[in-house]
Each structure stands twice: as structure tokens, then as C-alpha cells.
T-cell receptor, first 119, second 113 residues
Framework: GAGVSQTPSNKVTEKGKYVELRCDPI?????LYWYRQSLGQGPEFLIY????????DSGLPNDRFFAVRPEGSVSTLKIQRTERGDSAVYLC?????????????????FGQGTRLTVV | GNSVTQMEGPVTLSEEAFLTINCTYT??????LFWYVQYPGEGLQLLLK?????DKGSNKGFEATYRKETTSFHLEKGSVQVSDSAVYFC????????????FGTGTRLLVSP
């Protein structure tokens, strides 16, 4: 697609429920990132994939959060036993990381985010 | 750890006024520095970037210079327009290649006619 697509755009869920947030990156982008933006704050890094593997998951707040990218394209962020404090906008971004020629690297392009509200 | 501090908003200006949004950073090594902009109802967009000291990033009339001696990357524009109203985020990436970005809290700019 032309840009990074995230679905759904809005999600309201009850405390304790499980949710999945989907990200379709720009075609051909090898790197995919998840960020979380709380109200009035800047985005905070959660996890980064290079291809299918999670290269850096140091930003995941706890083991209720998990993300996958099984075929190296679409990614799903999964949150178990949601809490009200998980309410935020979840942003996905993608970029091209060219292993052979770093001059081809691009900046991160962001989707419009999924607004998650836990009630 | 790495961090970014930017001036709190909102910044309210009249059209054609001069804009400065301050940004300072703390990082080990030589990070790359970015300004992202979020227009109402849209996603984050890269506005400009600089990858080494004394580099100047520029785009759409906005400029920012990477100042290592003052650890700053202030955003400036000589004459703002109503269409520049948005939230501006300063960010850094300490890694080369992948974009593990550390963002500031954002500064809302409101430009009135």
C-alpha cells in the first residue's frame, strides 16, 4: 500500500479482555516498529522487528504485551488481560533497512495509530 | 539513558511571525536528530533530520541545526502560516540504521490569521 495502515482505528474493550492490533507496513520495508503514545506524551518505543524476528523488545512494559510478524510483513500487537492504564494510541511504523548498502536506509514512516480505550 | 526535552506548549503565534521551538537532548555517542510533525487527524510525519554535528536539516521553510556543544536541535521558521498549526515532536535515534526513536513530549503550535 501507499502508507502504513493500522486497524482498527479505534478499539474499546473491557478491563481484563484480550485485544489484537494490526499493522500493515509499507511494501518492501524490512523493519517494523511499535510505539505507544499516552495522552499529552510523545511516542514511546515498544518493539522493533527486522524481518520476522523481534530484534529489540526492550520497550514492552510487561509480559501481557506480545507482538508477532510471522511472514515479515504484517504485524500484530497482542495485549492480554487489558488494564485501564493500557489506554493509549498505539503507533506502528516501518522503514527500509538495507543490509548491503546503508545509503538506501529510510526514515520511519508512521501509521495513524489505533486508539485503545480500556473501560 | 537517552532523553529529549522540548519546550511546553501551546505556542500561539500570528501568521507570518517567527517561530522557535526549543529542543535539547541527552545521549551517549552521536545520535541522529529529528523533528516530526503531527497535523490534526493525521499520523506522524518526518519534517527534517540531521545526522551529525553542525548539520542543518530543512524542509517546508523549517530549519534546525545539530549543535553538539549545546546538545540542542531547535526548530525555527521565519514566517509561520495557519497551515503550520500542528504538534511538533523532537526525537533522537542513538542507533545507526534502525529507527529506535526517543521522543520529546511534543509542542502544540497554534497559528492564527
Amino acid at each position: 500500500g501507499a502508507g502504513v495502515s493500522q486497524t482498527p482505528s479505534n478499539k474499546v474493550t473491557e478491563k481484563g479482555k484480550y485485544v489484537e492490533l494490526r499493522c500493515d507496513p509499507i511494501s518492501g520495508h524490512t523493519a517494523l516498529y511499535w510505539y505507544r503514545q499516552s495522552l499529552g506524551q510523545g511516542p514511546e518505543f515498544l518493539i522493533y522487528f527486522q524481518g520476522t524476528g523481534a530484534a529489540d523488545d526492550s520497550g514492552l512494559p510487561n509480559d501481557r504485551f506480545f507482538a508477532v510478524r510471522p511472514e515479515g510483513s504484517v504485524s500484530t500487537l497482542k495485549i492480554q488481560r487489558t488494564e485501564r492504564g493500557d489506554s493509549a494510541v498505539y503507533l506502528c511504523a516501518s522503514s527500509l533497512l538495507a543490509v548491503v548498502d546503508p545509503r538506501l536506509n529510510t526514515e520511519a514512516f508512521f501509521g495513524q495509530g489505533t486508539r485503545l480505550t480500556v473501560v | 539513558g537517552n532523553s529529549v526535552t522540548q519546550m511546553e506548549g501551546p505556542v500561539t503565534l500570528s501568521e507570518e511571525a517567527f517561530l522557535t521551538i526549543n529542543c535539547t537532548y541527552t545521549a551517549t555517542g552521536y545520535p541522529s536528530l529529528f523533528w516530526y510533525v503531527q497535523y490534526p487527524g493525521e499520523g506522524l510525519q518526518l519534517l527534517l533530520k540531521a545526522t551529525k554535528a553542525d548539520d542543518k536539516g530543512s524542509n517546508k521553510g523549517f530549519e534546525a541545526t545539530y549543535r553538539k556543544e549545546t546538545t540542542s536541535f531547535h526548530l525555527e521558521k521565519g514566517s509561520v502560516q495557519v497551515s503550520d498549526s500542528a504538534v511538533y515532536f523532537c526525537a533522537l535515534s542513538a542507533s545507526t540504521g534502525f529507527q529506535k526513536l526517543v521522543f520529546g513530549t511534543g509542542t502544540r503550535l497554534l497559528v492564527s490569521p
